[in-house]
């Protein structure tokens, strides 16, 4: 079998001049590359998952245009697992799942780590580091790994995508002898259904951010790009036909409920009526954004403005 590109002497030398042709950080085009290797790794083990989540939306169904860092992963659980139950047993038995699936996987090129800073309380979520020995200086708030964010939120209906990087294609089409890590028909959340979810998540973080105002957790910045996924999906025609119909509703119902459902009747979150939250928003969403855009240069207000249109429709 050919080597990796990451095995390459000229790994390095490639990538920076992928980026000096595409205005790219090299570090992103290197994570780039980890992202669809690790998923491609994912597929040789005896390993059943579907995706979901800003990776999907970017690399699978190519329909937001920002690097997306982590991978929202779903797999299939036995079926004595019990997903819900609150007893300590319950949740033992859903941390000692995350803890076998970490020991089954061998990728190569890559070390993994069971990483339990990502488990919440009720082991509904277990974290999963992919680390990889990296070529290039990390950038501010990106993680130095490809994490894995394993849990048992809903992944259907999805459909297959096929992942590439911008380093593999380009040496696939230079002609170069390398293996093709492509990671193909992975199946991934539909993105009308994501939509729905980044509803809800708007609301619960814009909720957070303005009642519990923890300088930590609820900074704008970390939020932002929800904004901007939002923003993207609306141009999206299978998403456009998909709000109001009764799928939409039925999901709506099931997904934004309590506290969240109560803010989301308000609209506030999508109006940010605030000129001073909306200043706050702005400076963060540049601050977050601007390393992450495939084509820089998008400022919130166009943003802010089309969501607060489109708003009465949700």
Known sequence: MPEFFHERKDAKTLIETIAADTGLSRTLIEKDYWIMHCLWGLQQLDLSFEMKGGTSLSKGWAVIERFSEDIDIRFD???????????????????????????????????????????????????ISLRYKPLFAALPGLKPEVLLEAGFDKTAPNEPCDFSSWALDRVLKAGLDVTDNRAQAVKCFNPEYTFVDKLQTICRRFRQHRDRHDPEKDRPRLFMRHYYDLYMLLGVERVAKFIGSAEYEAYKKQKIKGTDAAEFETREAFMISQAETRALFAKEFELSMGTLLFSPGLKFAPVIEKIQSCSSKF
């Not at 990728?107 to 488990?119: A, F, W």
């Open 77 to 127: 659980p036995p079926p004595v697992l019990n997903l819900k139950g609150d007893k300590p047993a319950h949740i033992k038995a859903r941390l000692d799942f995350y803890d076998g699936l970490a020991k089954k996987m061998k990728i190569p090129g890559v070390t993994v780590i069971r990483n339990t800073d990502y488990d919440d309380a009720k082991a509904q979520n277990g974290g």
